[in-house]
């Protein structure tokens, strides 16, 4: 299994970015995808998952109306779009692969991680 993510940088308060993960090493159309964040200081945080087929997402609540998750199966590829970023979004951002199909909104659910990209929102 391999995820790598790509797309962190620096953005203004308020500003956007948009985050991918390719996968590889397993087959992405059957598993739970989902991104995490470390932000200084502090332990790995759940941000937003996706199922299998795209049918359910979800986002914790901290991000919920400024994110959006999404997959491009056919490309095994994971996004997440952020929108209107605060400087508490600030973190190391990990895109993760699920045991199976679905989850609800735990770090347990996944058993990989890549190695992050880093998100720094600052003026």
């Known amino acids: 299994v391999q995820l790598v993510e790509s797309g962190g940088g620096l953005a203004q308060p308020g500003g956007s970015l948009r985050l991918s993960c390719a996968a590889s090493?397993?087959?992405?159309?059957?598993?739970?995808m989902g991104w995490a964040r470390q932000a200084p200081g502090k332990g790995l945080e759940w941000v937003s998952g996706?199922?299998?087929?795209?049918?359910?997402?979800a986002y914790t609540d901290s991000v919920k109306g400024r994110f959006t998750i999404s997959r491009d199966n056919a490309k095994n590829t994971l996004y997440l779009q952020m929108n209107s970023l605060k400087p508490e979004d600030t973190a190391l951002y990990y895109c993760?692969?699920?045991?199976?199909?679905?989850?609800?909104?735990?770090?347990?659910?996944?058993?990989?991680w890549g190695q992050g990209t880093q998100v720094t929102v600052s003026s």
């Open positions: 993760g692969k699920g045991y199976t199909y679905y989850g609800n909104g735990y770090l347990y659910e996944y058993e990989y």
């Open positions: 090493g397993f087959r992405f159309s059957s598993y739970l």
């Open positions: 996706i199922y299998s087929d795209s049918s359910d997402t």
